[in-house]
């Protein structure tokens, strides 16, 4: 049976519950992860599975293991089972202070020794050295300026000596800048009188400077020997070198010059304060030597610098925080654990924060340093119809009013019948209680004291119902739904939804009402209760007006006898076409005509037809604004320009298919008999116009157009004495695929006729001008193979045994 199961929390997990399959998907993960099986019970224990338990796996492993000679396979359903879930997260989260660690640490102050580049040249633009002994290879710059003037540049002879012109062999190696400077300026005194008096000045500086070989030895990343500027320092030559390896000390580099050690160097000073007071030149075939480190400690967790340390004999824990950078602001520091080796096993211990200052370090710890708890040691919290909602602090004696005081006090929405108090117990399980909000605010019911964790909920009445609202439609300028407040009033409403419309009628308005008592045993039981009300278009105060509810649906009719302008559109062959607007409910195509002039000379009665439901020609609806209604009306006199420049170019029936602009709405093309409609008006056949009808008086058309299944779909000339059978025949004759029955005509004037058959002979529908003549393709049926054949004969053979059986 499955389990629900956190992530962090395995508690609630029992082993009993737990299928084979499970357990050993457990043991194959985390020996995929190189776990021991005690280390996989170690990391459940630290997530919270209970002690009990943790020997309930172990046993079941035990017997698991014995009961099998070969590795487990894991079966695929477990895979995306809750317990998997938790195998997989025991395993591959450890907590911090498991030792089982794999990633590791930077050694501290290794970084600093990376990337040095393949040559080192110190920079020789520095002021020379007052205490830089000279010595063979060395170069002299001696300047004299004042009443005398010259300057030499002198080599230090393999003896110590130097040249100088007028003055003689001078002795320098082994003296230092300072010194060389003193002598050569007495020697040069006996020649220069002028020095003594100070009219003449001699300034020496180094120049080149000599090479030294140094010998780099011990646990060095590139130990040898290297040839260095006689300027280079201890640090200089560690850098060049690579620094300490591994197994390098960088606590005690030590100098030895002669076979004595001169000087030890301790790069934390560097790295921790900038000291460099160690950091000593070298000469020439001085020993740099770098031993093993003697202890290094491990600091994970919170610390600022995570990394491996080496420490002196001596130094505490304090000395390591401070190496570490200190703690950083989530590290928990009343206690850190400390994982130890001892000569058989490894154990634990915990380090108080009182033992810091005089705690040693040994070689191989490796402490912990753990966050702080995400947990609140003295929060509460209060939420709804309170002025400031959010945590608090838990003082002592902390109760429901006192919080909701701290919390500057209700709110006017309050809901005060009941408040309720989330409640964490102590086996973290939450429990429920209600309070009386009003009762403890005014203090006659009990207060109730406050623990950590607690949630107090004091609801808003509004949170507690629906929401009001009321609804209004019809002829307003922004109908729809708004919400409601007490008192509202039906011509508050109507202001709200931008007052009335000029087809509004302020009389008859209808309120529509939800009916909460019905007899629900009635037949005939009211389900709304409707109102009937009169407002005045002026929306003025002095008048009564009807006070709304909650839910209420308002309707205001249309003005009796408004009627907006409507509009229809005539084009082609009469003397005024364009746009004309009915002025009368039964106007007719008749009448149409007569106020376009009639018809032109040139005019094809019987290719007349009439589009119903275009765009064209729609005048504004009650709904349009006036921006959108003049939109409209450019977009419409643009179109019917369009229109004239077509009718000019071309007579045929094409012009009206141009008027189709609109593909998504639908255009019915109705045909009309316009030749009985001029002769008897206002009988059948001259229909009312309609909004947006558009009529079409083409010229007289001379083609007939063949489409569909002909061998050469074309279009030929009109001839009268030609009948359907040519027109077909111009066109190639009928396709092996014409459906020749089902031949029809689609006239000019939209109406359609098809074809008749009598007996066993089709009558075709006669031509007129502007015609189309189409013929429709017969339907494709698939051929029957041999296979099939043999299928039918099988099947019947069967049947006919099956037959004289039955006989039999």
Known sequence: MGQTISADNLSQVRVDDLSDEQILAYLRQAESMGLSEEEMTQAALQRGMPASEIEKLRTRIA???????????????????????????????PTPPDTTVKDTLPVFGASLFQGAPALFEPNLRLATPQDYVLG?????????YGKSEENHSLNITPEGTINIPYVGIVQVAGMTIEQATARIRSEMATIYSAIRTGGTKVTVA??????????????????????????????????????????????????????????RLDIYDFLISGNFKENVRL???????????????????????????????????????????????????????????????????????????????????????????????????????????????????????????????????????????????????????????AGIVAG??????????????????????????????????????????????????????????????????????????????????????????????????????????????????????????????????????????????????SDLINRAGGLTPFAYVDGASLKRGGWIGKGPTVNETGAEVAERERKKQAEYSRLLALQQLQS????????????????DLVGINLEYILKRPGYRGDLILEDGDVIHVPKELQTVKISGEVLAP????????????????QAGGFSSRALRKSVYVLYAN??????????????????????????????IKPSIGVQQWLGFGTGIASLAAIIVTLFR
């Open 652 to 667: 045929d029936a094409s012009v009206f298919n141009e008027l189709n602009i609109d593909k998504n709405i639908d255009n």
């Open 206 to 263: 180094l120049g080149n400077i000599r090479s030294i070989k140094v010998i780099l030895t011990g646990e060095i990343v590139k130990p040898g020997t290297y040839t260095l500027p006689s300027v280079a320092t201890v640090f200089n030559a560690l850098y060049y070198s690579g620094g300490p390896s591994k197994n390098g000390s960088f606590r005690n580099v030590r100098l030895i010059r002669g076979g004595k050690e001169i000087a």
């Open 63 to 93: 017997t698991l293991k014995a009961s099998s000679n070969t590795r487990p396979q894991i079966v695929s359903p477990v895979q995306n089972r809750p317990e998997r879930q938790m195998i997989d997260t025991v395993v591959a989260k």
């Open 750 to 779: 939209g109406s359609v006729k098809s074809t008749n058959r009598f007996l066993f002979f089709n009558n075709y529908p006669p031509i007129k001008p502007g015609a189309e003549i189409f013929v429709p393709q017969k339907e």
């Open 283 to 437: 000469e020439d075939q001085d020993v740099l030597m770098v031993p093993p480190y003697e202890s290094k400690v491990e600091v994970r967790g919170e610390v600022k610098r995570p990394a491996i340390f080496e420490l002196k004999e001596g130094e505490t824990f304090e000395d390591l925080l401070a190496y570490a950078g200190g703690f950083t602001e989530n590290a928990y520091r009343a206690r850190i654990k400390i994982t130890k080796r001892t000569a058989t096993e490894q154990r634990i211990e915990d380090l108080l924060s009182s033992q810091y200052a005089h705690y040693r370090p040994q070689a191989g710890d490796i402490y912990m340093v753990d966050r702080i708890l995400t947990r609140f040691e003295n929060r509460v919290r209060i939420a709804g119809a309170v002025f400031r909602p959010g945590d608090y602090e838990l003082s002592p004696g902390l109760t429901v009013s006192m919080l909701i005081k701290k919390a500057e006090g209700l709110k006017e929405d309050a809901f005060l019948n009941r408040g309720n108090i989330l409640r964490l117990k102590d086996d973290s399980q939450h429990e429920q209680l209600s309070f009386d909000v």
């Open 136 to 144: 063979p290879g060395d170069q002299i710059l001696i300047d004299i």
């Open 714 to 729: 074309s279009t030929a000339v009109y001839s009268p004495s030609k009948d359907f059978r040519q027109y077909i025949s």
């Open 444 to 589: 006659t019911e009990p207060d109730i004291e406050l623990k950590r964790e607690d949630v107090v909920t004091i609801s808003s009445i509004f949170d507690l119902r629906e929401a009001y609202t009321i609804d209004i439609d019809g002829e307003v300028r922004s109908p729809g739904r708004f919400p409601y407040a007490e008192g509202i009033t039906l011509q508050d409403l109507i202001i709200q939804a931008g007052g009335f419309r000029e087809s509004a009628s302020g009389s008859r308005i209808e309120i529509s009402r939800r009916v909460t008592n019905a007899d629900i045993l009635s037949q005939s039981a009211h389900i709304a209760e409707v109102f009937q009300v009169n407002a005045d278009k002026g929306l003025s105060k002095e008048d009564q007006d009807f006070v709304l509810m909650p839910f209420d649906r308002v309707v205001v009719r249309t003005s009796t006898g408004y009627e907006t302008q409507k509009t229809v559109r005539i084009v082609g062959e009469v003397l005024y076409p364009g746009l004309y607007t009915i002025n009368r409910k039964d106007e007719r195509i």
